[in-house]
């Protein structure tokens, strides 16, 4: 039995005319045998679940250098957060969940260490080869470094969920909004605990738009979205919801992102990337070879090996490199 052909057969009948269907993807650079069990973009998901770059994502850091607790978000429960909330907007919008899954899962594969912090680093030093976007990386991940051969409408999805992205499908856009609602809800969360604000410090506008809680303040983000977009060719919020976001944003980067406790090792971040980005220039041959053989820029190689580094294996690699070790006499 084709089960495949089953769940292709249930998405026409179910899903709506906007969603992406299985059966009408574009395809993939390198054409596979199908599968008889799974579609394309459930193919995409698993082969994503099952990347080292997506378990790395679980020493890579959200916001708070190498916080002190168990319970502050990674980049691997923040991808897991943007999957679980975009998943609920597509499943009640009647889009591909599948395929919003998979872009949710592999939109921060390319993410470096230490979070925006590292990436910003990594920015610097490949300002003259065009720079560095963690979400250019991610699809360079899956596509180069691992060689995953994803899906088009993945790889779109990955590539444009940012701010400044335009994905092509509306599974895409979903993704791009789930990400923003996360990472600000998760973030006053962690805040909370590291002591950098209170839940009373949010502006009255959004406590009282979307909640004084956690949870109230996701259940009100996502229903605006999906009340605002069920049965149109888009996804997005109510205009009074959009500004209410924006407001929660600049909240956040002034009183967060930026503050003190959130940027205190921040310079450190950038000298250890400096450092060792220097190293591995005048030492190439230190790089691994799958990398190597993916660029014949060097810049470029060593931008990709560092950009896979989690948090520890950078530091560890730093001091391998510069930090004297202890000896002694037999």
Known sequence: MDYRQVTCEIEDKYLSPYAQKSAQTKGRKRPVTPCKIRTDFQRDRDRIIHSKAFRRLKHKTQVFLAPEGDHYRTRLTHTLEVS?????????????????????????????PFG????RA??????????????????RVAEVLENMNLTAEVLDGIGNHSRRGNPSTVEGMIVRLSDQIAYLNHDVDDAIRAGVLSASDLPRSVREGFGDTHGR????????????????????????AAALTEEFREFMFGSVYFSPVAKAEESKVDNVVLFVFDHFMKNPDEVPEYIRIASDRRERQVCDYIATMTDNYLVRTFERIYVPKGWALV
């Open 217 to 240: 303040r996701i259940d009100a983000m996502i229903s605006d979205i999906i009340d605002n977009s069920y049965g149109k060719p888009t996804v997005s919020p109510s205009a009074r």
């Open 116 to 119: 925006h912090a590292g990436e």
């Open 84 to 112: 679980q909330i975009a998943r609920t907007i597509a499943r009640a919008l009647r889009m591909n969940e599948d395929l919003t899954e998979a872009i949710s899962l592999g939109h921060d594969l390319g993410h470096t």
């Open 122 to 139: 990594l920015n610097a030093r490949m300002k003259e080869f065009g720079g560095f976007r963690h979400e250019a990386q991610s699809v």
